[in-house]
């Protein structure tokens, strides 16, 4: 019986594809970049379509009127192996009082919706059609090792050591390399040392997480999920470039390689596998404030992470034969997250520094065939800027739901990077810690340019 339903499903899925009524979605960014936030606010949105006076929440998704959306709304999942997104628990963590944000994402999460509206074919007038929205997340943290893909152990050792020395004089790396110089390369394991070394080099790589660096590889050692004491992750580079050359196969060199070897294979091509390598269409999340805020070396570090990143996915341009064998993604949404936590006259400068973060990567995905498009965003929006006038102090500042919180001004963001500009940010920007914001009695979560998103995503299709 389960045969057969799997082989339904595939051809029901199939049918879609054809028709192109299926849209496959990647949001993609690093860790604490804001994925679940906005997976959770596009379900909380998309299921509040069909209720009265809901396009005037959506001013610049014109498609929602113009093509009659009536209805919006979680569907069955799509494959039943894959743990559902956990929408209605992270709802209620929103609801409560006082509303707590969600947890940091554990594992792989899928979730289905069904969106819908008036057919304009004249064959089919008076009935609906419908089109289907799959959207995956996944711990950002497992990101990075997309770029394990291309590299042997050999390679992998020596992207180690380079960022080791790069990053030495901001995250000391001193601790693992005694460690991994102690081990005896050529001989036989020992588990106890060799366990040492890992726990040394997964201790680097969280202090190098805590700083704002991105470029974090193996991304497991740093939220394992079921892979926790697994041998999969008992594994380190090679301090020494040499020591490879006269290791035997039952050396810890080897048995390390090997070892390596496995976790690309299984574990991050399984990753990629199912996550990344049938997506449409993309949303990338930047959070160029988080940037700016960690200096110079971590500016550069997040540029390199996302140039690095983006050169895993397949770009270009869709058609009935790519959707069905060879998906490509036709369509990249380059997001600046958490624009919230500035007034509305810096949203420009958070455009243009924006655009000057990711320019390779968007001239890639752009030479590929594919469109790529940039917004500022807030999934959750935690504050409205307001207008404030009083004798010679004329400014926006922002306000909280909260009454004690007090408005206030963060601050002005450079457009582009320069030492002098990101040293009067770190100086002066008010940077705070928002809560979630109160939701009123419709439930719907407020957002900012939420229907930019829709309108990019969802407006051609419909």
Known sequence: MLLFDKVGATISE??????DREIRLGVTGLSRGGKTALITSLVNNISAFGLKGYEDRMPRFPEYAARGISYGGIAKSRDFSVTSFPYGSIMKTLEQDPPQWPESTDGISEIRLEIRYRNSRWYLMGDEDRIFLDIWDYPGEWLMDLMLLDMEYEDFSEKCRERLRVLDGVVSGKEFADRAAKLDWQGAVNDDDLHEA??????????????????????????????????????????????GKNAGISSL?????????????????GFYRECFSRLDRQIVLVDCLKALKGGRETFYDIN?????????????????????FSPRIDRVLFAASKADHITNDQHQNLLSLLRSMVLGAMQNVRSAGSQAEFVTLSAIRATECRHYK??????????????????YFPGSIPSKWSREDMEFFQKNFDFRSLRPPKLGADRIIPSMNLDVVLHYILGDKL
């Open 14 to 19: 199939g049918i879609s594809l054809v028709r």
């Open 304 to 324: 390199d992470a996302f140039d690095t990143l983006l050169s895993h996915f397949s770009y270009g341009s869709s058609g009935f034969l790519s959707r069905l």
């Open 390 to 407: 009083k004798g010679d102090l004329d400014t926006d500042i922002l306000v909280t739901g909260y009454p004690d919180d007090k408005p």
């Open 253 to 269: 060199y080897a048995v390390l390689r090997e070892r390596y070897n496995y976790y690309r294979d299984r574990i991050v091509r």
């Open 198 to 243: 890992v726990t040394a080099y997964t201790s680097w790589l969280r202090k190098c997480k805590d700083q704002g660096f991105a470029l974090l590889i193996p991304g497991r050692f740093l939220l394992p999920g079921e892979l926790k004491g697994a041998p999969a992750l008992e594994f380190i580079p090679c301090p020494d470039p040499e020591a």
